[in-house]
Every structure is written in structure tokens, then in C-alpha cells.
């Protein structure tokens, strides 16, 4: 039976869950499309790449279909039973511990980039910390929701204000370190073409680490806020789909989609250039060079050079 203090009204609980599902089913699409991209595009991209995209993306199917088994009982063979709205299901599995997985992936995969361009383990190790202080606190938070097993029983938990709050401080560190160390390898000389290029790395970071940090904020707030509602479920049932749609959006960025026509007209692309000055572990300067290609192919997706595979770092 549902807690007897528990006076919320009903769509306090429906409304949340159902745009919640609506928008975790869209951002799936999203994310399957740019997994067929990156493939398509990227057949010999880095070992890590390959096994951080095929694992994000498991791991988002799961959220998702947890989530709709929860959004099925409530709106299908549930409806109109309160005992089925404030039962917590598969809530427990498919927001926070999918969710802190998923964002843990996306966060240590960044912080080894990071390690990449800055060629130093102190930032790196930072967001490797909070990582794994946020992915400790989500578990955590699933644990105590299970247990609770009802979200009238959820009042004044404190792991999911840290699990969001350390989620969301990571978020911010990644993009100032992505954005600094990207312009710091900077040289003199560059093209016109190349700040171009440099600025679209930098945009992409900051666009996608701004928007994940943003929306983890936003569910800390309405968790705080509204406690008693599930009004952070709108936001929080797709959080996941957030990271795994920045992980693909920041390595798809290296592709490009071009239409040519018959007349075979040149298209210029960007190769990037590792200096390691006698450190192969290291990166000491980026140089940006540029190459143009002819080619009589039509609708062809360029592909990064063989150095840019070796480094990964934007």
C-alpha cells in the first residue's frame, strides 16, 4: 500500500514519467543513427572508441527498455491503480545505475582524452575521481530506491544530490580542460581553415559538455526543489542518452557528408598531425594540415587521416 501521507496528485506522478519516456525513446533514435554513422564512417577508429560505443549504446537499449516497462505498467495494465504509479519497478535499475554507468563511460573516456592532449595526468586524474565518486553515489542511489520500492517513500534521500551534483561538477571540469588544452596546442601560422577547424572542436565540446552539466543541474534542482513529486524524472529517465549522444556526437565530428557531382570537384580536408618531439606517449604540439582531394565519387563520407586515427583527440 502507498504511504498514507502521500497527498501528491496524480499527474504530478504520470506527467513526468510520460515526457520522461517520450524523450528517452527519441534520444535512442537519435544515438542508433549516430552509431550506424560512426561505423559507416570510422571502420578502423581507435580499440577504445570501439569498445566505448558499442558498450554506451547496450547499455542506453537496457535504460530504455527498463523505462518503458515501468511507462507500460503505469499507463497500460496498471492505469488507474495508484498502488501501480508509486511503485518504483525497474526505476531503480534504468535511471540511476544505467544512468551513473553510462555517464561514468562517457566521463573517464574525456578525461583520457584530456590525458591525450594535455600529455599530464593531474586534470585527468581529477575527473577520474569525481567519475567514480558519482558512478559510487548512483549505485548507491539504486540501492536505496529498491529498498524504498515506493517513490512516496523517497523523501530527503541525499546519494541522489550527490550522484547528480558530482555528475554535473565533472561535466563542467571536462569542458573548461577540453576547451584550454585545445587552445593551448595552438601555434602560430594557422589558415584561415584551420582556426576554422579548431573553433568546431572547441563549439562541439563545449555545446555537448554544457548541455549534459546544464540538465544534470536541472534534475538536482527539481530533486531538491520538489521533493516528493517526480518532477526530476522528466529530466533525469533520459540523462544517459545526454553522454552517449556527446560521445558519438564528439567522434562523428571528425566526419564529414559531401555531395559531389559529376564533374568531379575537389573538396578539401583536415588532416591532424601529431608531434611527440621524441615522447611517444606524449603530445607536445598539434599542427593542422590541410590536403585536397579529387575525387569522381558521388555522396562519399570523408574519413579521418591515419594520424588522426593514432591520436583521437578531437
Known amino acids: 500500500m502507498a504511504d498514507p501521507g502521500f497527498q501528491v496528485q496524480v499527474e504530478q506522478l504520470t506527467i513526468p514519467i510520460f515526457i520522461g519516456t517520450v524523450i528517452n525513446w527519441g534520444l535512442l533514435g537519435v ?3 549516430q552509431v550506424y554513422i560512426y561505423y559507416v564512417a570510422f571502420p578502423d577508429d581507435l580499440r577504445v572508441s570501439k569498445i566505448v560505443v558499442p558498450f554506451v549504446m547496450i547499455a542506453d537499449v ?3 527498455l527498463g523505462n518503458s516497462r515501468d511507462a507500460f505498467r503505469g499507463f497500460g495494465s496498471g492505469w488507474g491503480d495508484f498502488n501501480a504509479l508509486d511503485e518504483v519497478g525497474w526505476a531503480w535499475l534504468s535511471v540511476p545505475v544505467l544512468g551513473s554507468t553510462v555517464a561514468c563511460a562517457g566521463q573517464l573516456f574525456f578525461a583520457w582524452r584530456i590525458k591525450i592532449i594535455a600529455d599530464s595526468l593531474y586534470i585527468p586524474a581529477v575527473i577520474a575521481l569525481m567519475t567514480v565518486f558519482q558512478f559510487g553515489a548512483g549505485i548507491w542511489t539504486g540501492v ?12 530527503g534521500l541525499k546519494p541522489p544530490q550527490a550522484w547528480l551534483a558530482a555528475t554535473a561538477a565533472s561535466d563542467v571540469v571536462i569542458v573548461v580542460a577540453m576547451v584550454v588544452y ?6 602560430q601560422g594557422f589558415s584561415a581553415s584551420m582556426e576554422v577547424s579548431i573553433k568546431r572542436i572547441v563549439k562541439v565540446t563545449v555545446e555537448t559538455g554544457f548541455l549534459c552539466a546544464v540538465f544534470a543541474l ?8 520538489y521533493d516528493g513529486n517526480n518532477y526530476h524524472l ?7 542518452k545526454l553522454y552517449s549522444n556527446s560521445i558519438l556526437l564528439i567522434l562523428n565530428s571528425r566526419a564529414r557528408i559531401e555531395r559531389r557531382t559529376a564533374d568531379s570537384t575537389a573538396s578539401v580536408s583536415v588532416d591532424v598531425v601529431c608531434h611527440t618531439n621524441g615522447n611517444p ?8 594540415a590541410v590536403s585536397t582531394r579529387t575525387s569522381g565519387t558521388t555522396g562519399t563520407m570523408m574519413q579521418q587521416s591515419h594520424a588522426e586515427k593514432e591520436i583521437d583527440s578531437v
Open 218 to 225: 536541472v534534475t538536482l534542482y527539481l530533486f531538491v526543489a
Open 234 to 240: 522528466g529530466t533525469c529517465i533520459w540523462l544517459s
Open 62 to 64: 537496457l535504460q530504455t
Open 281 to 288: 606517449s606524449g603530445i607536445s604540439a598539434l599542427q593542422f
Open 182 to 187: 585545445i587552445l593551448k596546442k595552438r601555434t
Open 31 to 33: 544515438l542508433a543513427v
Open 144 to 155: 536505496d530506491i529498491m529498498r524504498a520500492k515506493r517513490f512516496s517513500l523517497l523523501h
